[in-house]
């Protein structure tokens, strides 16, 4: 991660006390999941296994100007992404955004005052669902196993997601696994990080990706215009999203898809996921 891409962001006088800091503890980059801007705070550093509290003691107009670089000055063009409550910006980093929420007809339609930046570190881990590949390819059938990734908050399993994509889409030349078309519906852009349509992360070649779209519309849209060999989403559990996946698995889609939980308990706990796990819709179940 080259942290240059989160530091041009920030006014002079923070970009030189960040600078600094990584500058002098190269650690602390490889260590550095989140930035955490408040008005009228100091800046807090959220490291690995700790946190990191500046002194430097942020003003309302300083959130400002990092909003409007974040916007490239035009924070209207931005104003669903803010609505929504987070931009993602160029390296697949996420800037979520707090502030006074305008609603009207129960939905948010403008954040004003905006009191707090959480720069949220996008990274990649190459290579580390090598572990479980083997578990839930199909190699008879040359496709995969309809899988279901299952594990708590902040526990990787978008992360396990985004390379098992990225290699069964490029195709893995050592157990002569040739690659697929994934269709990859990225609700809120966590898993491709797209900035201007492209992805910043590495989800493979053979992969389309459909963002800022409800992950039941996004699978159908997919199915319909790009024919997927297997669709792929995050962080399943609406009756919309399920009625969406049989959709694909009776178009002949195979999917893989994660989910929140500790145990098979809690997938009992969701009626809908568990009613694909019993009649054997899912085929694999990996918790992390």
Not at 140 to 150: L, S
Not at 171 to 186: A, H
């Amino acid at each position: 991660m080259k942290i240059e891409e989160i530091l041009r962001y920030f006014p002079s006088n923070i970009y030189q006390i960040l600078y600094k800091i990584f500058e002098e503890d190269e650690k602390i980059i490889d260590e550095v999941r989140e930035i955490r801007i408040k008005a009228q705070r100091p800046i807090v550093i959220k490291l690995k296994d700790s946190d990191f509290i500046l002194e430097y003691i942020v003003s309302q107009t300083e959130i400002l100007s990092i909003v409007e670089k974040i916007c490239e000055n035009s924070i209207y063009a931005y104003k669903n992404q803010i609505c929504d409550g987070y931009i993602t910006v160029q390296g697949g980093h996420r800037v979520g955004i707090t502030g006074t929420c305008v609603i009207e007809d129960g939905k948010i339609i403008n954040v004003k005052y905006i009191s707090s930046l959480n720069f949220r570190i996008a990274r990649e881990v190459i290579g580390c669902s090598n572990k479980i590949l083997p578990s839930i390819l199909d190699i008879e059938n040359k496709t995969v196993f309809n899988t279901i990734i299952v594990s708590p908050p902040a526990k990787g399993k978008t992360t396990m997601l985004r390379d098992i994509v990225r290699q069964i889409s490029n195709g893995i030349k050592e157990i002569n696994f040739v690659g697929k078309t994934v269709g990859l519906v990225d609700e809120r852009g966590e898993i491709a990080a797209c900035y201007r349509g492209i992805p910043q992360n590495d989800v493979g070649v053979r992969t389309d990706v459909i963002e800022n779209v409800s992950k039941d519309l996004g699978m159908r849209l997919l199915i319909r215009s790009m024919s997927p060999d297997i669709i792929a989403c995050d962080e399943i559990g609406n009756s919309h999203d399920i009625e969406a996946i049989k959709y694909a698995f009776f178009s002949g889609v195979k999917g893989i898809f994660t989910a929140h939980g500790k145990n098979m308990d809690d997938l009992k706990s969701n009626v809908k996921i568990y009613d694909l796990i019993e009649n054997k819709q899912i085929e694999k179940i990996v918790f992390l």
